[in-house]
T-cell receptor, first 115, second 115 residues
C-alpha cells in the first residue's frame, strides 16, 4: 500500500514568492495533519483536518499560511508571501479513525528553503 | 499543560546490546496515548509503538518495547539487540484523547549504534 505522498520533496524559493506544498494521504484515512519541523522549535502541529474539514488551525503561525483539503485524497499548504524564517521541513501525516492507538503515518516531508 | 520531556540528547550503544531511551510526560488527563517515532537521517518519521493509558501490559513490537510506568509518568522505549540501522533520532509523543487530536512531541534523542 502506498504511504503518505508529499510533493515536492525539496523546494528552494526566494523571499516573497508563493509556495505550495502538496499531500496525498493514505487511501481511506479520514484525518490529515500538517506539521513543521525546525531545529529551534522541533515538531509542531500547524493544522489538521477530519473528513476534509479543518478542525484545529491554532498552530498556523500567521495569515501568510493557509491550508485546504478539497477532497479526501488531496491537501495543500500554501505560504504567501514566503519569508526566510519559514525554512523548515514540512510533514503531512494521516490516520484512520478507530484503528489501534490513533497513530499517525507521516509522509517523507518537504524541505523548504527560503532565501 | 501537556508536555513531553526527553532528557537524553544523545545515546551510544554497541551493536547487539539493548538500550533504553527515556521519556517522561505531564498531563492531568486520565485518558491519553503515548507514541514513539523514529527519524533516520533520510528524514521520514516512522511510527514504532503505541501505549494507551489504560493498557495494563507494556506494548511490544518486535525488538521495541515500551516500559510504561504510569505512577512515574514515564514511557521509556527499550530497543533490544541493537542494529546499525537503528541509528536515528527517536521522538516520544503524547495524544490527549478527549481533548484534541494533536500529538505533542519531545525534543528527541539521537541514538548511535556502533559496531
Amino acid at each position: 500500500d502506498a504511504g503518505v505522498i508529499q510533493s515536492p520533496r525539496h523546494e528552494v524559493t526566494e523571499m516573497g514568492q508563493e509556495v505550495t506544498l502538496r499531500c496525498k494521504p493514505i487511501s481511506g484515512h479520514d484525518y490529515l495533519f500538517w506539521y513543521r519541523q525546525t531545529m529551534m522549535r522541533g515538531l509542531e502541529l500547524l493544522i489538521y483536518f477530519n473528513n476534509n474539514v479543518p478542525i484545529d488551525d491554532s498552530g498556523m503561525p500567521e495569515d501568510r499560511f493557509s491550508a485546504k483539503m478539497p477532497n479526501a485524497s488531496f491537501s495543500t499548504l500554501k505560504i504567501q508571501p514566503s519569508e526566510p524564517r519559514d525554512s523548515a521541513v514540512y510533514f503531512c501525516a494521516s490516520r484512520l479513525t478507530g484503528t489501534g492507538g490513533y497513530e499517525q503515518y507521516f509522509g517523507p516531508g518537504t524541505r523548504l528553503t527560503v532565501t | 499543560a501537556q508536555k513531553i520531556t526527553q532528557t537524553q540528547p544523545g545515546m551510544f550503544v554497541q551493536e547487539k546490546e539493548a538500550v533504553t531511551l527515556d521519556c517522561t510526560y505531564d498531563t492531568s488527563d486520565q485518558s491519553y496515548g503515548l507514541f514513539w517515532y523514529k527519524q533516520p537521517s533520510s528524514g521520514e518519521m516512522i511510527f514504532l509503538i503505541y501505549q494507551g493509558s489504560y493498557d495494563e501490559q507494556n506494548a511490544t513490537e518486535g525488538r521495541y518495547s515500551l516500559n510504561f510506568q504510569k505512577a512515574r509518568k514515564s514511557a521509556n522505549l527499550v530497543i533490544s539487540a541493537s542494529q546499525l540501522g537503528d541509528s536515528a533520532m527517536y521522538f516520544c509523543a503524547m495524544r490527549v484523547i478527549y481533548n484534541t487530536d494533536k500529538l505533542i512531541f519531545g525534543t528527541g534523542t539521537r541514538l548511535q549504534v556502533f559496531p
